[in-house]
């Protein structure tokens, strides 16, 4: 009974931590920060009580409350102090828990790796592993990339332009130092900690932005080196990023305006200024010939084809030049995602709302009907901890820590088992059916931005992927799996 109990106290501390996906307040960041180191004091506290209560030692006992007490009411008192009482723009990442650990711990007069053990996974950190149409990269622990699939446009980055399904690879000279990384349909991006860009793979476009068309087997410095950059996100065939200011960059295919500048010339070669939009950026993302941008104060903006409703402003129409997503106010959007032609934003509280093109229900709504505004993912509550959206399907980790995955399901890609659509979330099953319950592993990742991939990071350092995988069976270079498997080259190359 008293292992139940402890358990079940345990669960109640945790399901206290409050998940912060993106951009919010300063204040929330901070108080974000501070709930989640009482969660985890309290579970400090309870793990000591138990030992003491299966070997009584009031002395040993109070010495674990104290180093509880060390470990995380520290960082609870520095995150309670340093809480900026307003959102200044200069004081809005003072307390970012979405940023990374060394930039928590220097902020807070703490060490990373305290940090890190306090955080866990309710801080939704720099994407670790990121999917394209057939290959996925992950980044290592080290600041060091690995890459496996596919490989004939040189998207794995070791300068051979082969596929690799068994053995993971390292792109050229990113063997540390990278902070951040994103996959586009067939090309790859790479922040370095100098905050230069690097970028691989398919070019035909331009959207490696080194100014030529020239596919690029090996990573190459994109040319921009007058801004520091801090954001990228890869589209089909173009490229967007954000600097250290907030300003946005495009290039690549620009058939529908999606690179923002004011015309649809066919292909822009190196990184141009979206010079319309007006107030400072904090994440863009982009998608099949469209692109939304995250603001700093909260707002969502798109721009390109509007097909399907896919811009979010209660119009199909085409837009050259960004405009901002209807219903979604300044300071409420914490997190966006784009998939090829929708989009999703969650929003402070939780509750995700979703729009665009919507065939084989990507959009969660019980439906296949289109929607050129957002509409709320009403099965999924709110709480929504992260989420990703793909070619055409979007996973979420909800408020429990169990996983949904919605709208197409070829080669399985949903995870439940079956190749059928849902335009309502389905659980995710096989080794991840209870992720989230006590006592199972946590889900701290999700990526679902390849054509019909899908893969999670869990707390346990389980790389799992389903649908199509690239893992050699039978002579394929492909693995179809309904459920959950572990990447076992993950593993063995280098654990994050």
């Known amino acids: 009974m008293k292992t139940t109990i402890l358990t079940m106290a345990i669960a109640l501390a945790l399901s206290l931590s409050v998940p912060a996906a993106a951009k919010v307040t300063a204040q929330q960041k901070c108080d974000s920060l501070k709930l989640t180191a009482s969660a985890k004091l309290a579970q400090c506290r309870l793990v000591a009580l138990a030992k003491h209560e299966k070997k009584p030692d009031e002395t040993r006992r109070d010495e674990a409350f104290a180093k509880c007490e060390s470990k995380f009411q520290t960082v609870y008192d520095k995150a309670?102090?340093?809480?900026?009482?307003?959102?200044a723009a200069e004081q809005r990442d003072q307390c970012s828990t979405y940023g990374n650990a060394e930039s928590i711990a220097t902020y807070l007069s703490t060490s990373a790796d305290t940090v890190r053990g306090l955080i866990g996974s309710s801080v939704s950190e720099t994407p670790r592993l990121v999917s394209g149409e057939d290959f996925i990269c992950w980044l290592a622990s080290n600041g060091g990339v690995w890459c496996l699939g596919s490989g004939d446009y040189g998207q794995l980055g070791d300068g051979l332009f082969a596929d690799s399904a068994d053995v993971a690879v390292q792109p050229v000279g990113l063997d540390s130092g990278v902070v951040a990384i994103a996959a586009g349909e067939q090309h790859a991006c790479a922040i370095k900690d100098d905050a230069s860009l690097w970028c691989w793979g398919e070019n035909n476009d331009g959207q490696i932005g080194d100014g030529t068309t020239v596919n690029a087997g090996s990573p190459v410095e994109v040319q921009a080196s007058e801004v520091e950059i801090v954001r990228v996100g890869l589209g089909e065939e173009h490229s967007c990023a954000v600097d250290n200011a907030g300003g946005t960059y495009c290039w690549g295919q620009?058939?529908?305006?999606?690179?923002?500048?004011?015309?649809?010339?066919?292909?822009?070669?190196?990184?141009?200024?979206?010079?319309?939009?007006?107030?400072?950026?904090?994440?863009?993302?982009?998608?099949?010939?469209?692109?939304c941008a995250l603001s700093q104060s909260g707002g969502v903006a798109c721009w390109g084809q509007g097909d399907s409703g896919r811009l979010g402003n209660g119009s199909d129409a085409e837009s050259l030049a960004p405009v901002w997503v209807t219903g979604l106010s300044d300071g409420n959007v914490t997190q966006l995602e784009v998939g090829w032609s929708s989009s999703c934003a969650a929003v402070q509280g939780g509750s995700l709302y979703c729009w665009g093109r919507n065939n084989v229900g990507q959009l969660g709504i019980g439906t296949t009907e289109d929607s050129n505004v957002p509409v709320e993912v009403t099965a999924l509550g709110s709480g929504v901890r992260a989420f990703s959206s793909g070619y055409r399907n979007v996973c979420a980790i909800d408020a429990d820590g169990a996983l949904y995955c919605?709208?197409?399901?070829?080669?399985?890609?949903?995870?439940?088992g079956s190749e059928e659509d849902s335009s309502t979330p389905m659980r995710v099953g096989g080794v991840l059916a209870y992720a989230g319950d006590p006592g199972y592993a946590t889900i701290t990742e999700v990526d679902v931005g390849g054509t019909n991939i899908s893969c999670a990071?869990?707390?346990?350092?389980?790389?799992?992927?389903?649908?199509?995988?690239?893992?050699?069976?039978e002579g394929s270079s492909w693995t179809t799996a309904a459920f959950p498997l572990r990447i076992q080259p993950f593993v063995d190359v280098d654990p994050f």
Not at 80 to 85: D, S, V
Not at 407 to 412: A, D, E, L, P, R
């Open 80 to 87: 309670e102090l340093k809480a900026p009482e307003d959102t």
């Open 254 to 291: 620009n058939s529908d305006g999606q690179v923002g500048i004011g015309t649809n010339d066919a292909k822009v070669l190196v990184p141009t200024l979206v010079a319309s939009l007006t107030v400072p950026m904090h994440d863009v993302r982009a998608g099949d010939n469209f692109t």
């Open 406 to 416: 919605w709208g197409s399901n070829s080669y399985g890609a949903l995870g439940d």
């Open 457 to 473: 990071v869990t707390d346990t350092d389980d790389r799992l992927c389903w649908g199509k995988i690239p893992i050699s069976e």
